[in-house]
């Protein structure tokens, strides 16, 4: 810088008038050029990320819903197919409906039929019933009801000893299984005749007598012992 100077002073300083040319020197001494200051150290950049790229996504459009056309019929031609149709449903369910009414009266005919046949039988039964009955009880009555099997009293010592004769009446009911219950003697009978007229009851067996198709009591059967000695 200070050459610089010099120089620039020497080139700038114009010639003396030649009369009165003085030449002046003078001795500089220079100070040794300083090292320039270290330029500072400026951090290279760090380069930024690149961003990669988003590749776009390629919507592809939906394709448009084309709806085959229908073909459509002649309105007049559906309108006859329909009533023609619901004509022959309805006149199928009438049928049906009249097929059914006709068998359910069949049904309650039957019905009442076999019922009144039912009645017819049953009343016939039982008056076949009480006639049987009638007649069996008329029959009963015109005829005795004699044991099936019996044995004879035993003669008392005492009235053999005394000599004593006579008849003993004994009534009792005979049970539906044909057993003698409750003999009593009737009327006049001598007290020593009594009680083997009671005890020759027990042992009677009678029939059952049948009514009406089952077994009953026959009540106020009577049964005379006669007591003899020979």
């Not at 380069?47 to 002649?74: C, F, G, H, R, S």
């Not at 023609?84 to 199928?92: N, P, T």
């Not at 009438?94 to 039957?110: F, M």
């Not at 010592?157 to 009737?186: F, H, M, S, W």
Request: hydrophobic letters at 35%; aromatic letters at 4%.
């Amino acid at each position: 810088m200070a050459v610089a100077v010099l120089i620039s002073h020497w080139q700038t300083t114009p010639p003396p008038e030649p009369p009165s040319q003085v030449l002046t020197t003078q001795l500089i001494t220079l100070a040794p050029p300083q090292a320039p200051a270290p330029e500072p150290v400026i951090a290279a950049p760090v380069p930024l990320p690149v961003p990669t790229p988003v590749q776009p996504q390629v919507v592809t459009p939906p394709q448009p819903v084309v709806n085959k056309p229908i073909e459509a019929k002649p309105k007049s031609a559906v309108d006859h197919a329909a009533l023609a149709r619901k004509r022959v449903q309805e006149q199928e369910q009438q049928a049906a409906e009249r097929a059914r009414q006709q068998e359910q009266q069949a049904e309650q005919q039957r019905q009442q039929h076999a019922a009144a046949a039912k009645a017819r039988a049953d009343a016939q039964a039982q008056a076949d019933s009480k006639a049987r009955a009638a007649a069996e009880a008329l029959a009963a009555e015109s005829r005795p009801y004699l044991p099936v099997s019996k044995e004879a009293p035993e003669y008392p010592d005492k009235a053999l000893e005394k000599g004593i004769e006579g008849d003993c009446t004994v009534t009792y009911t005979v049970t539906p299984q044909g057993r003698v219950d409750n003999p009593q003697v009737l009327g006049q009978c001598h007290p020593l005749l009594v009680r083997p007229s009671l005890a020759a009851a027990r042992t009677f067996r009678y029939q059952p007598r049948i009514v009406d198709g089952q077994a009953i009591s026959v009540n106020n059967v009577k049964n005379t012992f006669h007591y003899r000695i020979e």
